[in-house]
């Protein structure tokens, strides 16, 4: 128990920490280069969209036995699986509409 109550003041002394550092934002408008954006985009954003789609996948085949009685697997494939390509593959490089 006592470890567990390390981990949690742990993980919430680095909540404090990754929040205060990353708040100069708010408190000035910081420019940020399209560039730079567009590096995060190809290297963070849209690996992490193929690791949400593998995980969607697995997710939808989760959910099958509760959604396949409700005629809804239509649905949760378009929200765990099309979705998350879509995010990764299909989306134009450089993406203006999140500037």
């Known amino acids: 128990m006592k470890g567990l109550g390390r981990s949690i003041f742990l993980l919430v002394l680095i909540s ?7 708040s ?9 280069s399209n560039d730079e954006l ?19 996948t697995v997710l939808f085949i989760a959910s099958l036995p509760f959604t396949l009685p409700t005629r809804s697997a239509g649905d949760s494939f378009n929200l765990f699986v099309v979705e998350p390509w879509k995010f990764s593959f299909v989306r134009d490089f450089p993406d203006e509409s999140i500037y």
């Open 16 to 22: 404090f920490l990754i929040g205060f550092l990353g």
């Open 24 to 32: 100069n934002g708010w408190a000035q408008e910081t420019k940020i």
């Open 38 to 56: 567009n590096i995060a985009d190809l290297f963070i954003a849209r690996p992490l969209g193929v690791l949400a789609a593998a995980g969607g």
